[in-house]
DNA sequence: CACCAGGCAAGCC
DNA sequence: GGCTTGCATGGT
């Protein structure tokens, strides 16, 4: 990789295994919109960012350099050589048809706060309404930030939702949710932040996220994966249930049976398996 | 009108 | 323990 500084935009060039479309559809993420001109314009880690690719190229928008190293590096997973990932994956058939099919996904290292309540949102929902959800909140409570001449909504803060109470966040419509959504923001103002997590192994740390109401089996999963570079998780949704069982198995499988399976054919690597298997399976119409 | 959506908790046995 | 059911809301 090989980044310039043109006018206020970083463009970086030679970028191998990143592909946008790839990496804003697999539904890790909530908070990316493509634009008219195939751009796509998200909010991270309380910044706002523009970003396009042409083939092997990337501008990142009205950005510093500073920005980038202190923020958008980790969050796009720079660190990470996807190349010798899919080589290994690619012992598996399956996988190798899913990892060509899937070229450019990246794994994105997100917000642990913003994570925890997106996929607590998530749960018995589809991915237009988790984003319209998700980008309500921010709306409502989240803080303004300025950029390129639009305004933009930060992800809210625990105390800032906890303050709303649930009547308070009512308008974002999230149902059932809303509930678990207040009583998680109380385990973030009290015994749960990043430090207290980064001390934690897999195991221990989905246990801990499990004692929040609205957080099961999978929604932990998927938090461990995104936010807390626990990459040997493997999230089993009802997506995951069907593509597995589809080329792994004759009949219908329990939860607990894939989820075995799966973390142990493909071991540390099995978030990003499971990311490649997820696209796949939505966006590759295989009859699932 | 049913049925479903990246599940989960509570209530049963 | 395992199994069933209700859950808010919006789309088909």
Redesign the pocket.
């Known amino acids: 990789m090989r980044i310039s500084e043109i006018n206020n935009n970083l463009v970086l060039t030679n970028i191998k295994d990143f592909n946008l479309d790839n990496i804003f559809d697999?539904?890790?993420c909530f908070r990316w919109n493509k634009q008219n001109d195939g751009a796509y314009i998200g909010v991270a880690n309380s910044h706002a960012l523009k970003i396009s690719q042409k083939n092997d190229t990337v501008t990142l928008y009205d950005t510093s350099i500073e920005d980038f190293n202190n923020i958008w590096f980790n969050y796009f997973d720079f660190k990470t050589n996807y190349q010798e990932i899919k080589e290994i994956l690619s012992n598996d058939s399956v996988l190798k048809s899913a990892t060509e099919f899937g070229d450019g996904i990246r794994i994105l290292n997100q917000d642990l706060w913003e994570c925890v309540v997106s996929f607590i949102i998530?749960?018995?929902?589809?991915?237009?309404?988790i984003k319209k959800i998700i980008n309500t909140l921010c709306e409502l409570c989240g803080d303004e930030i300025n950029y390129m001449g639009e305004t933009y909504y930060s992800f809210p803060t625990p105390e800032k939702i906890h303050s709303l109470g649930i009547s308070g966040i009512?308008p974002i419509?999230a149902?059932?949710r809303d509930k678990y959504i207040i009583s998680a923001a109380e385990f973030f103002m009290n015994d749960f932040n990043d430090a207290y997590f980064e001390l934690l192994d897999y195991k221990s740390a989905k246990k801990e996220l499990?004692r929040?109401?609205?957080?099961?089996?999978?929604?932990?999963d998927?938090i461990l994966l995104f936010a807390l570079s626990k990459r040997n998780s493997f999230?089993?949704?009802?997506?995951?249930k069907r593509v597995v069982e589809h080329f792994y198995f004759e009949e219908e499988q329990?939860i607990e049976i894939i989820q075995k399976f799966s973390q142990e054919k493909f071991g540390k690597l099995g978030g990003y398996a499971?990311?490649y298997l997820?696209y796949y399976a939505r966006e590759q119409k295989i009859g699932l």
Not at 122 to 129: D, E, F, G, H, M
Not at 212 to 220: E, R, S, T
């Open positions: 697999c539904g890790q998530s749960a018995s929902n589809n991915i237009p309404r009512e419509k149902g059932f499990m929040i109401n609205g957080i099961g089996n999978k929604v932990a998927c999230p089993v949704d009802v997506w995951i329990t499971q990311q997820f």
